[in-house]
């Protein structure tokens, strides 16, 4: 389980070959942010992973506003305006507006559901592990949501909650691509961290975006430290 990869393909191809997987649930986010999206699109394709829409999959597919939290604002417009529109071809940008908002998936008699931000807002509400603690969960067993960037799992008895963090950009204090692996026989979830060549990502994004001082201190400063 991932999400929220955003244009950083180095991050990607290390989860993938670190995690063992029969499938690939993507919580949405492939643009934005990062230096590569059309290599994060073909990748998710190639492995075909079964994903839902993410809020800055729908900026860049519809011309949404992407509602990013304002830290993260001008860097989100930005790097839509210079390398997500500029760098996806338009079948990859219809590609990205055909996901669903909500998924349901069933393993064995495990049912599943997947949401980029939270139930009744799937593209902008940011749910932290303290509000999914309290919130109301119905036809599912589990809930997968991305969104925050930030990995946690709430299991209560009444609800059953995960976020696998950020495979792109974590801004949970750790740098390294976050993941999460369900064992669908043990209901369990086991969490993972995949270390990649974050330098690099940088230094691309500075040969695309380094003119802009603000946008590109922001980004490399949160690829560096994951906050």
């Known amino acids: 389980m991932i999400s929220d990869v955003h244009s950083n393909p180095l991050a990607l191809e290390a989860v993938l070959g670190t995690a063992v997987y029969d499938d690939v649930l993507f919580m949405g986010d492939v643009v934005d942010y990062g230096p590569f999206p059309f290599e994060v699109h073909e990748m998710l394709r190639h492995v075909r992973a079964k994903r839902v829409l993410g809020n800055h999959d729908a900026a860049a597919a519809f011309g949404l506003d992407c509602r990013s939290s304002p830290k ?18 338009r079948k990859a940008l219809q590609a990205l507006g055909k996901a669903q908002r909500t ?102 994004l500075r040969e695309l975006i380094g003119d802009e001082p603000r946008v590109f201190d922001f980004l490399a400063g949160t690829l560096r430290t994951g906050r």
Do not use: C
Request: hydrophobic content about 35%; charged content about 30%.
């Open 72 to 89: 993260a604002y001008q860097a989100a417009v930005r790097t839509r305006e210079r390398i997500t529109l500029q760098k996806m071809p």
């Open 103 to 204: 998924l349901d998936l069933t393993y064995g008699d495990l049912r599943v559901r997947a949401i980029h931000a939270s139930p009744g807002d799937e593209l902008y509400r940011y749910i932290s592990k303290e509000e999914a603690a309290s919130l109301e969960v119905r036809g599912t067993d589990l809930l997968l949501l991305g969104h925050t960037h930030v990995p946690y799992e709430v299991k209560d008895g009444i609800r059953w909650i995960v976020n696998p963090g950020s495979v792109g950009m974590p801004k949970d204090g750790d740098p390294r691509a976050s993941y999460a692996v369900l064992d669908t026989s043990k209901r369990e979830v086991m969490f993972g961290r995949a270390s990649y060549d974050v330098e690099r990502t940088i230094a691309a």
